[in-house]
Nanobody, 125 residues
């Protein structure tokens, strides 16, 4: 069992940056691939980024490439999402998720086994 707790959300002006963190608990948390998703009001949850358990492999949604960076610190059981050049379209609840399957990354919510409670990101214009 893995528990995930996100932090770092908040209100930021357009053009600003935020760094989200996801702290994972559990003895094997560092062996899970991790992902970030977001859900805006009235929209489906969508993929943002994912990282392998080792941190070597990453994959991003086209909409955030070059703007967002996912990373992890396995010593701290924490995954990060650095978000730069934010705009109001990035306003959403951001969720982190853990995937037990270590062999491949996933971009779909169904590919993840554990979820955090989410953290609100609001970008004002």
């Amino acid at each position: 069992q893995v528990q995930l707790v996100e932090s770092g959300g908040g209100l930021v002006q357009a053009g600003g940056s935020l760094r989200l963190a996801c702290a994972a608990s559990g003895r094997t948390a560092s062996r899970y691939a991790m992902g970030w998703f977001r859900q805006a009001p009235g929209k489906e949850r969508e993929f943002v980024a994912t990282i392998s358990w080792s941190g070597i492999s990453t994959y991003y949604a086209d909409s955030v490439k070059g703007r967002f960076t996912i990373s992890r610190d396995n010593a701290k059981n924490t995954v990060y999402l650095q978000m730069n050049s934010l705009n109001p379209e990035h306003t959403a609840v951001y969720y982190c998720a853990a995937r037990k399957n270590m062999l491949e990354l996933s971009t779909t919510p169904g590919g993840y086994d554990y979820w955090g409670q989410g953290t609100q990101v609001t970008v004002s214009s």
